[in-house]
């Protein structure tokens, strides 16, 4: 064999410890990129579901008062609805949020906020009402704290 088949053969046994690392260092950027992608789309998940919550309660809030007859949501401060194994529903009958199984239910089962479990509801007069939670990004141009209404957001 002459110089060049030698150089030839050896160039052929594999990476080279630096080639080795250069993929490592590739492998570990990509995989670094797709993880914070996909914590940002399970936030924004999470807080579009937090949206579609609240629109549930504005709906069986406005069903519960319907059905009352002095037209008057559920009187309570600080209840915390929706837990987190979602055996919470919203009654006609009075005082509204019950623990299943409930009798005539407006919302049979309250969905719980996807992190903490639940969301705070205060009525103190039964003529108006708010519900809170906590966005962990901006949708619609809303962030932070959150809170729903008679009124809307």
Known sequence: MD???QAIQKKK?????VELLIVIG????????TVVAIRGVR???RDARRLHDF???RTALELYAARQPTLQYPIGTNIAI???DQTDCLSSVAPGFAAWPCTDPVLPII???PTSGTYQYSSIDGFSYII?????GTVDGMSGVISVTEHGF
């Open 3 to 5: 110089d060049t088949s």
């Open 13 to 17: 046994r594999g990476l080279t410890l």
């Open 26 to 33: 590739i492998i570990g950027m990509i995989t670094t990129s």
């Open 43 to 45: 936030e924004r998940a």
């Open 55 to 57: 629109r549930q309660f």
């Open 82 to 84: 929706g837990v987190a």
């Open 111 to 113: 969905p719980g906020d």
């Open 132 to 136: 809170t939670a906590t966005l962990e």
